[in-house]
């Protein structure tokens, strides 16, 4: 019943968002708006659904909202929760808006970060300026990398315990250039 009031605070609003802002996402949250647009779309329709109408959705639906979307008790067999569906596409939408997975063109909260960033010739004039105010000597930042890098490693065998056989049998090398070297 919480489902379905959370549905009709929502329900009025979500397909107007979606035809108001331009949603666009990155490759990781690439899935996300086309799970809510199907989400809006089955909001606003009075007819009940089955497994096949978010089949191309289904990888999104993680563990604790596959009862709540496809075993609801309430509905006939195999229907599903037209409003936990509705909900969980939206726990992905602010999900990816929060990992900015998914943007809204433009928007200065809610952009592409990845938008603004120098590319090409202006990216080869500010480099130097950009590294020089990092404060970054790149040798030795790599080599603190490769060495915390080791130590990790390091740690990672000390966990393996007295397991000799196991233990003897890794070899780790970080290079020089910063490469790791793995050896059984």
Request: aromatic content about 6%; some cysteine.
């Amino acid at each position: 019943m919480v489902i379905v009031l959370a549905l009709r605070t929502v329900q009025g609003f979500i397909e107007s968002l979606l035809t108001t802002i331009q949603f666009r996402a990155v490759e990781a949250g690439a899935a996300v708006p086309a799970m809510v647009r199907a989400a809006a779309a089955m909001a606003k329709s009075h007819r009940r659904h089955g497994p096949a109408n978010i089949a191309d959705h289904d990888e999104l639906i993680p563990g604790s909202w596959r009862p709540l979307i496809y075993r609801n008790p309430d509905l006939p067999e195999r229907h599903i929760d037209k409003a936990a569906f509705v909900l969980c596409a939206l726990m992905h939408w602010h999900q990816g808006l929060r990992r900015r997975d998914v943007f809204a063109e433009g928007s200065d909260r809610w952009s592409d970060p990845r938008a603004r960033l120098l590319g090409g010739d202006a990216w080869d004039q500010g480099r130097p300026r950009v590294l020089t105010s990092l404060a970054l000597e790149p040798a030795g930042h790599l080599a603190e990398m490769a060495s915390a890098l080791e130590s990790a490693y390091a740690r990672v065998l000390d966990g393996l315990g007295a397991d000799t056989a196991l233990t003897n049998s890794w070899i780790v090398r970080v290079n020089s250039s910063g490469c790791s070297r793995f050896q059984m």
